[in-house]
């Protein structure tokens, strides 16, 4: 009975547990988001972004109004297109910048995809990734190292690596697990989609 009653309360502490990840449901499926920053690679891309925007902008404003060294003085097409050109580049890439770092994976049951997504400080998302159901393979628990976290992924057979949905403990992440693999088996009985896997990683 001592293991037993052990087990039960391991249990209710990974329960109790605050959880990081927030489902908020739609008309259109439901948005999961994550409550973790974005992934490595993101952040990396965000802030070359920045660089390389701040470095644009340097740019088209020193073509406008530094001395000239291959255009000529006054403002000619030539020299207002080379800026306007270099300005929409770096508005660009500023705009990407500052898109923010709070990821999450909006699941549209209508359309039939998965969403990433990455949110700004006003909360407006920008997808930056698309996974047709038709794509997904699998959705496992991994276990984490060196902590008691897990996270949930989704396997997707065009992606080079799988979405990353959420961390918490894995009691935890297993309702979500489930909703999930329904969502996309009712997908794959109806014909469109392949067969699930659920299985941890």
């Not at 961390?167 to 992440?173: D, K, S």
Request: glycine letters at 10%; charged letters at 15%.
């Amino acid at each position: 009975m001592t293991q037993i009653d052990d087990m039960g309360t391991l249990a209710g502490q990974h329960l109790a547990k605050p959880s990081t990840f927030a489902i908020e449901d739609c008309y259109w499926g439901y948005m999961i988001r994550a409550g973790t920053g974005s992934r490595v690679g993101m952040s990396l891309g965000q802030v070359a972004a920045f660089f390389f925007g701040a470095c644009f902008a340097t740019a088209a404003l020193g073509i406008l109004v530094l001395p000239t060294l291959f255009f000529e003085g006054n403002f000619t097409a030539m020299r207002v297109g080379s800026a306007g050109l270099t300005g929409a580049v770096a508005a660009y890439l500023l705009w990407f910048a500052s898109r923010g770092r709070q990821t999450e994976v909006h699941v549209d049951t209508r359309v039939g995809e998965i969403r990433e997504a990455i949110c700004n400080r006003a909360g407006k998302p920008t997808t930056v990734a698309v996974y047709p159901f038709e794509t997904v393979s699998g959705v496992f628990i991994a276990q984490g190292e060196g902590n008691d976290l897990a996270q949930l992924a989704i396997d997707c057979g065009d992606a080079e690596q799988a979405v990353w949905v959420a961390e918490a403990t894995e009691a935890q992440l297993v309702p979500l697990r489930d909703r999930l693999a329904q969502d996309f088996l009712w997908h794959a009985q109806s014909g469109q989609g392949k067969p699930l896997s659920t299985k941890q990683k």
